[in-house]
């Protein structure tokens, strides 16, 4: 006779009701969280790579990183990219390209620099007099002429340049580079975003944003002019009664994370808020700007009578301190989004580009030498590693009616310096004109997966699961540049 189907094996475990079946839950994840340990313990034994500890796929030449950040698409053709032809052919139509409509609406006839380009270095790369400080760098920068972006908005454009994707959402660099290597000073965070004192740059915080990455390696917003608030403990409490609470929160905070495992924006809040106490030692001597001699304060121009460039010169100078202390990637802004009155707040020069960049250079062109002055004579550049970058080119037209450019995706110039770079290079080129990008051709991909190695990290490796894909700073593209390597 068979068994009646309705009753249970006699070894079977008991049947759970829902409240039973409830009761079991936290159960479950005790035993997930523990295997979790478990396998992290695992790798650390069999000397697997583990994100944030500090290990990397290959030996790195890098260990941190400065971005100098120009938003309003700053000109190639004006600042980097020397182009005979363009001032040969001055005020004739752009071969091809007569009727040209572009981002702005139409375009008039080329335009040649409105400053002088002159031989730097003992390279003797070209480079605009504009900025006769930053090309005295010019045996130590590798300047990739062949850039080319995907979009010829800001917004979209700022975002791409630093995150890899045109759409908000995702990692920014600084996140990813975080995210690998983790923390060289517990008492500072180990991204900092350093806006211009002008303002966030087009799309703001989205260009330093951790995407789907952990929230706690997402960039923290930090300037000479905005100092970190709420680090003094209040009138009337003691160095002890401070301590003892902190030990209370700490305990507290751990026992509340045992019952919300894998909760990153929690386990982010719990640590941001544990920075924050150990900052309140080290963010007021890192941010004292006075601690520095008064020749440092004259060569980077904090004094200045114009009120920008001296907050940018505070910003270079805070920049340089945090690097000097383990700040794994600092993003340091010249400009800020655009604004009703072209080209005021950042390079977005579409009426009257000399005008706007006889303004921009200056503020740009000292407090930056400096910077890497100090960074090279202090040995710093060694393991440094310095990028300039911003989202876009511009026409070699004017647009029609003014005396300015309009936006030019098709090719620009970033560039980089500092650890593991060949200095004097040029890698790429646009057409005689500086329109488009026609000689090894690169992507913002190919920048990043370039910066990546140098950081010691295969970027195709460099991996985080997301909505079921494995997603990369470098999306599914990019190449390093071998050609501008050490």
């Excluded at 700053?74 to 409509?101: M, Q, Y």
């Excluded at 902190?246 to 719990?270: K, W, Y």
């Excluded at 593209?477 to 050490?486: D, K, S």
């Amino acid at each position: 006779m068979k068994p009646d189907s309705s009753e249970p094996p006699v070894n079977a475990p008991p049947l759970l009701d829902r409240r039973g079946f409830l009761s079991q839950i936290p159960t479950g994840f005790a035993g997930v969280g523990l295997m979790s340990l478990l396998a992290n313990e695992a790798a650390a034994d069999s000397g697997a790579w583990q994100p944030g500890k500090g290990k990397t796929h290959h030996p790195a030449k890098a260990k941190r990183v400065l971005q100098i950040f120009c938003p309003g698409a700053a000109s190639h053709i004006d600042l980097w990219d020397h182009k005979p032809t363009l001032e040969k052919l001055d005020g004739k139509p752009l071969p091809g390209e007569e009727n040209l409509v572009s981002f702005q609406g139409k375009n008039g006839n080329l335009m040649r620099p409105p400053w002088a380009f002159k031989a730097a270095g003992a390279c003797g790369k070209m480079l605009s007099t504009l900025l006769p400080e930053v090309a005295k760098f010019a045996d130590d920068i590798a300047f990739l002429h062949g850039m080319t972006s995907k979009t010829n908005t800001h917004g979209p454009g700022c975002v791409f340049m630093n995150t890899g994707h045109v759409t908000e959402g995702f990692p920014a660099a600084g996140s990813w580079v975080t995210h690998a290597l983790g923390s060289a000073n517990e008492n500072l965070p180990a991204y900092v975003a350093l806006p211009d004192i002008r303002g966030e740059p087009p799309n703001g915080k989205a260009n330093w944003s951790n995407g789907f990455l952990p929230a706690s390696v997402q960039g923290v917003l930090l300037a000479a002019d905005q100092p970190v608030r709420n680090l003094v403990p209040p009138a009337g409490v003691s160095p002890q009664e401070d301590a003892a609470t902190r030990d209370v929160l700490g305990f507290l905070n751990a026992r509340h994370s045992q019952t919300h495992p894998g909760d990153s924006d929690l386990a982010a809040r719990v640590a941001s808020y544990q920075l924050a106490a150990k900052m309140q030692l080290s963010a007021p001597e890192v941010s004292d700007l006075a601690r520095e001699p008064a020749a440092a304060h004259k060569r980077y121009g904090t004094g200045d009578a114009n009120k920008l460039k001296a907050a940018y010169a505070r910003n270079c100078l805070l920049a340089r301190r945090m690097l000097e202390r383990g700040v794994r990637y600092v993003n340091l802004y010249c400009a800020s989004r655009a604004s009703g009155v072209d080209g005021l707040l950042n390079w977005d020069a579409h009426k009257t580009l000399k005008q706007d960049y006889d303004r921009h250079a200056p503020i740009f062109d000292q407090p930056t030498a400096a910077l890497l002055t100090d960074l090279k004579q202090s040995g710093l550049l060694d393991d440094t590693l310095v990028l300039w970058t911003t989202e876009f080119g511009r026409m070699p037209t004017h647009q029609a009616g003014v005396r300015g450019r309009d936006h030019n995706p098709d090719g620009f110039t970033c560039w980089m310096m500092g650890a593991g770079v060949k200095g004097g290079v040029s890698h790429g080129a646009t057409d005689e004109f500086g329109r488009r990008a026609v000689e090894n051709v690169t992507t913002v991909w190919d920048f990043y997966a370039t910066v990546l190695h140098l950081l010691g990290f295969d970027h195709e490796k460099l991996t985080w699961y997301h909505n079921g894909l494995s997603r990369r700073l470098t999306d599914v593209h990019g190449h390093t540049i071998h050609e501008v390597l050490a």
